[in-house]
């Protein structure tokens, strides 16, 4: 489920920036990299439901002593919101604004894969999950993962109960 679950993370992060280019893409009467934006604004929705879903299964919960949590979504998404004054003056009409666009979307999946930071979505903040870089306590051991919750913030030293979502380390607090 790891690349899959990252996939669907990665597709859903990028959804709002497609909306706003489907809608520009139409407006310059470029129907070609409308019906483009229009595929990406679909696959955009079905791994939105499909992180979501992902997200609200029931599967069995193990407790863990969270030794440490730092918030990182927010930090990440301000370096993130700065490229989108630069997308809206993509121009459909032109080669150079495609490729631009093309060039932006493989850069900032890479960037995105390496640093770890496929959680950057603004969706999912919007529904009131956070991510957080955490310590846990598993088996006398202490591991770094990746932990989502729908908490504004975690306590240190507090005993949750934590689902692991891939066959890495990530986890949802039920």
Do not use: H
């Amino acid at each position: 489920m790891r690349l899959g679950f990252y996939a669907y993370l990665l597709l859903s992060g990028f959804l709002p920036i497609n909306f706003i280019l489907l809608a520009k893409s139409i407006e310059q009467k470029q129907y070609l990299a409308a019906w483009c934006m229009l595929i990406l604004v679909n696959l955009g929705m079905f791994a939105t439901v499909r992180v979501v879903s992902i997200l609200r299964t029931r599967e069995k919960a193990d407790s863990f002593i969270i030794k440490s949590s730092t918030p990182i979504d927010e930090s990440i998404l301000v370096y993130v919101v700065t490229y989108i004054p630069l997308l809206l003056g993509v121009d459909f009409t032109k080669t150079s604004g495609v490729v631009s666009l093309v060039i932006f979307y493989i850069v900032m999946a890479v960037v995105f894969v390496r640093s770890k930071t496929l959680f950057v979505n603004p969706i999912f903040m919007v529904m009131g999950w956070r991510f957080f870089d955490a310590k846990i306590e598993s088996e006398g051991e202490e591991i770094s993962v990746l932990l989502i919750a729908k908490r504004p913030k975690l306590k240190d030293g507090v005993n949750y109960r934590l689902r692991r979502i891939t066959n890495l380390q990530t986890f949802i607090a039920v």
